[in-house]
Nanobody, 124 residues
Framework: QAQLVESGGGLVQPGGSLRLACTGSEFFLDYYAIGWFRQAPGKEREALACISSSGGTKKYADSVKTRFAISRGDANNTVYIKMNSLNAEDTAVYYC?????????????????WGKGTQVTVSS
């Protein structure tokens, strides 16, 4: 069954950085716009960043646009999100998702496919 798989989460100190990866199991990521989302305990899922299928368009939530960067790997069917200057408010489960289209932005309601998520915990 085609699915998205997130990896790269973990425990990081405040001010630190992480790079999360999204790969596809029987899922050709380069064909679709891919978004990164997160959900903290007791909060709604939040859209963070989106990259179009061509890679030419990138969109960010205001809360992360100066700290996070989304990118595509070179021919490895992977989408990354590099997260810098992390703080406790960034603690959440992070998901990569797609609405099956090619363009950004991508809303939570529109997504059709997502993985099981990867936990990011920011704590000293």
């Amino acid at each position: 069954q085609a699915q998205l798989v997130e990896s790269g989460g973990g425990l990081v100190q405040p001010g630190g950085s992480l790079r999360l990866a999204c790969t596809g199991s029987e899922f050709f990521l380069d064909y679709y716009a891919i978004g990164w989302f997160r959900q903290a305990p007791g909060k709604e899922r939040e859209a963070l960043a989106c990259i179009s299928s061509s890679g030419g368009t990138k969109k960010y939530a205001d809360s992360v646009k100066t700290r996070f960067a989304i990118s595509r790997g070179d021919a490895n069917n992977t989408v990354y999100i590099k997260m810098n200057s992390l703080n406790a408010e960034d603690t959440a489960v992070y998901y990569c998702e797609t609405d099956g289209g090619h363009f950004c932005p991508m809303t939570v309601a529109a997504t059709k496919y997502w993985g099981k998520g990867t936990q990011v915990t920011v704590s000293s």
